[in-house]
């Protein structure tokens, strides 16, 4: 994957955030700084999410093009 991970913690500011080893959006995530818990989408920042959310629709394209015939994908 080509992500470039960035986030922040909404609550504290913290940014030493190190990237998980699978980014995905209902990754649970916690703050060091103050103990804030959420989803990755809280503390993820924009470019990351984004970044993320391609990969995803990327993968999940393969799939249904292998399972369905779908096409024009992509
Ligand atoms: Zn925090």
Redesign the pocket.
């Known amino acids: 994957m080509n992500v470039t991970f960035s986030a922040r ?6 940014r030493s955030f190190d990237a998980p080893e699978q980014l995905d959006v209902a990754l649970e995530f916690a ?6 818990r959420g989803k990755l989408v809280e503390f993820a920042d924009l470019a990351t999410l984004d970044a993320i959310v391609e990969d995803i629709k990327k993968r999940a394209a393969r799939t249904l093009r292998g399972t369905n015939g779908a096409k024009a994908i992509g």
Do not use: E, F, M
């Open positions: 913690c909404p609550k504290c500011n913290n703050c060091q700084a103050c103990g804030h």
